[in-house]
């Protein structure tokens, strides 16, 4: 069966990046999946744009959406995209987000592509070969002090209501490290990890296509990607998720409350 190369990832990447440029400051159609849950027209464009290119090459594949959920195929090819990661911030005019396309052969996440068109940054990887922004390798940052790390975190959309609104776990590292920010797109939190950029970040409920092709990145440039209790598989739905170096990894995961 035909499958994909890194290539194919990095073009639908970039051409789905350049719809969100083209769209960045227009007056969007704002839709509420909840609360604050929101989506926008560029976030169903982006996604009608990636699945129209899959559905055109690789008709077979599976894929699982964020706007439109999961369309069934072989599910030993199954595609995982976030067609605008960082919705609010693009429908509020904050320029932080990308596009995430991942490729996973069953069941394990082979190739992504994780692209920013507002830096023109595109991160990629392929599982056993690598990871790279703009085809330069990657590499996690070595620090392995929470006082000489910087961090990043996210929160669900449902903070208003749930237990886990993970601010104790906020306030706690934020007193042990060098600061924790909150950018709002988990795909570059992650790939900032792989890039060195920051040396670890936790989140405590995200989707799969949030973190799909960004724990690739960040796995492929030496990061310990499990879930916050340090369980392997973090692409169950809604997943917890922790991603730095090895012995950073330990430190933060001992701090968190899950
Ligand atoms: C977002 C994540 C972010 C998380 C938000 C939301 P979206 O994804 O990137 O890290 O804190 O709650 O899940 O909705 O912009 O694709």
């Given amino acids: 069966m035909h499958i994909p190369t890194l290539a194919d990832l990095e073009r639908m990447a970039r051409q789905a990046g350049q719809i969100l440029y083209d769209g960045y400051e227009t007056n969007h159609q704002v839709d509420f999946k909840g609360e604050i849950d929101l989506v926008t027209e560029i976030d169903h464009a982006s996604e009608a744009y990636i699945i129209g290119e899959i559905q055109l090459h690789y008709p077979e594949h ?8 999961s369309l069934e195929g072989n599910d030993g090819h199954l595609w995982i995209i976030d067609p605008i990661d960082g919705t609010v911030n693009y429908a509020h005019g904050v320029p932080m ?22 830096r023109n940054e595109l991160f990629t990887a392929e599982r056993g070969k690598g990871a790279w922004l703009n085809g330069r390798p990657l590499k996690v940052a070595q620090a392995t002090e929470l006082k000489r790390s910087l961090l990043v975190t996210g929160f669900p959309y449902d903070l208003w209501s749930t237990k886990q609104d993970n601010m104790t776990n906020f306030e706690k590292l934020a007193k042990m490290s060098q600061g924790v920010r909150r950018l709002g797109s988990a795909a570059l939190d992650l790939c900032y990890v792989g890039a060195g950029r920051f040396d670890g970040y936790w989140e405590l409920s995200v989707k799969a296509w949030d973190v799909a092709a960004a724990g690739l990145v960040a796995e492929e440039a030496g990061a310990k990607v499990t879930n916050a209790r340090g369980e392997a598989s973090y692409l169950g739905l809604p997943q917890s998720i922790l991603g730095a170096n090895p012995i950073l990894h330990e430190k933060i995961m001992a701090e968190l409350t899950v």
Avoid: H, N, R, W
């Avoid at 991942?102 to 994780?114: C, E, P, R, S």
């Fill in 62 to 69: 599976s894929i699982l959406a964020e706007e439109s959920g």
């Fill in 97 to 118: 987000f990308c596009v995430s396309i991942a490729y996973a052969y069953q069941g394990k996440v082979t190739l992504g592509a994780v692209y920013d068109p507002m």
